[in-house]
């Protein structure tokens, strides 16, 4: 049974930051990564970051989705925790690369959607615990969220910089937006989908 939550415990964390750096697909964002501990150290900081401004849903205490939307806001003072602990995680050096790396690839989904006022529901975080990989609880979780997208009729919206998830997203009901290539083989694929349209008629106000 899905449920929201208030907050997530330290051990609920650890196993998401886990799922993360177990699964057999890593993240293309991941490159430069010694090992699987600096991305565990990682995840940890950002859902950390994420909880103080998402809605946090769990699947049984075995799956997780955290969802943000138009009014959400990071929080000026996590935003520099982000900074300060992420540099201290991964290096200065590597931090700046991933910074100017965003800033070259183009605006995300949320970015434009926001600028044209238009509203939506972003996944910025889907995460089943290692054990129950291969029981379905993501296609749960994303079900969910398509039907809170239809309660609000906005567009449900989430990226992913790994192919393998990529097509999987688009066999439960998402549409391809664009690719951002980060490097050759480091692509961001947006995807969205419009409740109002499985061929997404929402598509023009944020082209």
Not at 19 to 26: A, D, G, I, M
Request: proline share 2%; charged share 35%.
């Amino acid at each position: 049974m899905i449920g929201k939550k208030a907050n997530l415990t330290e051990s609920e964390i650890r196993h998401i930051a886990r799922s993360f750096s177990h699964y057999p697909y890593p993240s293309a964002s991941f490159y430069g990564f010694r090992d699987r501990q600096m991305i565990e150290r990682y995840i940890e900081l950002t859902t950390k970051i994420m909880k103080s401004y998402c809605e946090i849903f769990s699947l049984d205490d075995k799956a997780y989705m955290m969802v943000s939307d138009e009014s959400s806001v990071t929080p000026f003072l996590q935003y520099i925790r982000l900074l300060w602990e992420s540099g201290k995680i991964l290096g200065i050096r590597r931090m700046y690369e991933q910074l100017e790396e965003g800033s070259r690839i183009g605006f995300s989904q949320e970015v434009v959607l926001r600028k044209r006022k238009v509203p939506f529901i972003h996944i910025e975080l889907l995460a089943v615990e290692e054990e129950y990989w291969g029981h379905k609880l993501m296609s749960e979780l994303i079900a969910f969220a398509k039907s809170m997208a239809r309660e609000r009729k906005c567009l449900l919206i989430l990226e992913t910089d790994e192919l393998h998830k990529m097509k999987k997203y688009v066999h439960l009901g998402f549409q391809l937006k664009k690719k951002r290539r980060i490097k050759e083989d480091v692509v961001i694929y947006d995807l969205f989908y419009d409740p109002e349209s499985e061929k997404g008629s929402k598509e023009d106000q944020y082209e």
